[in-house]
């Protein structure tokens, strides 16, 4: 296991913060990339679309949770 890890992301023009495990930073990264989109542009979508009950950090864990799932779905049905 990992500490998480303090980064630095840009929505909309405004710096902000988010502290990440190594492993779902990456995973997000990567996701990023698989779209080729920036990931500066992806963090502002899914900051758009939580509630002020979830924490950044947090809807980036689940936005990566559900990619997983949704990968595992389709592997499944072939």
């Known amino acids: ?4 890890v303090k980064r630095s992301l840009t929505l ?3 710096r902000t ?3 990440l495990e ?13 779209e080729n989109r920036p ?3 992806l963090a502002a ?3 758009a ?3 002020l009950e979830t924490g950044l950090a947090t809807a980036i864990r689940l936005f990566v ?3 997983l799932q949704e990968d595992l779905a389709k592997a499944r049905r072939g």
């Open 49 to 51: 679309g939580r509630t």
């Open 22 to 34: 190594d492993p779902f930073w990456r995973a997000f990264r990567a996701i990023a990339v698989a």
């Open 12 to 14: 909309n023009g405004h």
């Open 65 to 67: 949770l559900q990619r």
């Open 39 to 41: 990931l500066n542009a």
């Open 1 to 4: 296991m990992t500490r998480p």
């Open 45 to 47: 979508e899914i900051d």
């Open 17 to 19: 913060s988010v502290t």
